[in-house]
């Protein structure tokens, strides 16, 4: 099985800075894409940032040049910068690792963390 352990949320003001952490441990030999989704209320998850192995990058239009993603191949880890924060941003924000292995030609499985919670509000 796989874990994924988000941190980092909060409370901030408009203008404002967070950075999300989310590492992924227990029997991964190989890991094709990290990724960032938000839920807010009454509305469904969303794409906001996705990383492969390879560094190709996916961002959400509405948070382009604002939020970078970056991934620590070696540890798991994938992060989340986001900047200039605004009170749409505040929502539920769940790391997702997809295509993982466990082993040479195993299957490929998907895994979510529990979810983090960013409020963006003066």
């Known amino acids: 099985q796989v874990q994924l352990v988000e941190s980092g949320g909060g409370l901030v003001q408009p203008g404002g800075s967070l950075r999300l952490s989310c590492a992924a441990s227990g029997r991964i030999y190989s890991i094709n894409a990290m990724g960032w989704y938000r839920q807010a209320p009454v509305k469904q998850r969303q794409l906001v940032a996705r990383i492969t192995s390879g560094g190709m990058l996916n961002y959400a239009e509405s948070v382009e040049g604002r939020f970078t993603i970056s991934r620590d191949n070696a540890k798991n880890t994938v992060y989340l910068q986001m900047n200039s924060l605004k009170a749409e941003d505040t929502a539920v924000y769940y790391c997702?690792?997809?295509?993982?292995?466990?082993?040479?030609?195993?299957?490929?499985?998907?895994?979510w963390g529990q979810g983090t919670q960013v409020t963006v509000s003066s």
């Open positions: 997702n690792a997809d295509g993982v292995r466990d082993g040479v030609l195993r299957p490929l499985n998907d895994y």
